[in-house]
Nanobody, 126 residues
Framework: VQLQAFGGGLVQAGGSLRLSCAAS????????IGWFRQAPGKEREFVAN????????RYADSVKGRFTISRDNAKNTVYLQMNSLKRGDTAVYYC????????????????????WGKGTQVTVSS
């Protein structure tokens, strides 16, 4: 059972990347999914999350209007489309999954999740 984020890389400011969060060994159908990031020397922070039942989404103010979270249950994958990237978006990005009644809170506060995936590095150059 594993959750893995991938798709990171080096991109110039203003560019775009799409991250994927894939599950193996379990289905994401009944899980809310969240994305977090951690920059060097900083605490991990919430980026976005998506409910499992109605696909309602939430975003950190710093990424609102630039990032889009979506899910494709048929592919057992959740995506984070990142546009208009800034140097301040440079971080290791992680995804997490939770199916508890408190999933939305867990996936915003960053604790209590059922699964926590390995991260992928995103570096935005000027």
């Amino acid at each position: 059972v594993q959750l893995q984020a991938f798709g990171g890389g080096l991109v110039q400011a203003g560019g775009s990347l799409r991250l994927s969060c894939a599950a193996s060994g379990f289905t994401l159908d009944y899980y809310a999914i969240g994305w977090f990031r951690q920059a060097p020397g900083k605490e991990r922070e919430f980026v976005a999350n998506i409910d499992w039942s109605n696909d309602r989404t939430r975003y950190a103010d710093s990424v609102k209007g630039r990032f889009t979270i979506s899910r494709d249950n048929a592919k057992n994958t959740v995506y984070l489309q990142m546009n208009s990237l800034k140097r301040g978006d440079t971080a290791v990005y992680y995804c997490a999954a939770d199916r508890s009644p408190w999933a939305t809170s867990h996936l915003m506060l960053g604790y209590g999740m059922d699964y926590w995936g390995k991260g992928t590095q995103v570096t935005v150059s000027s």
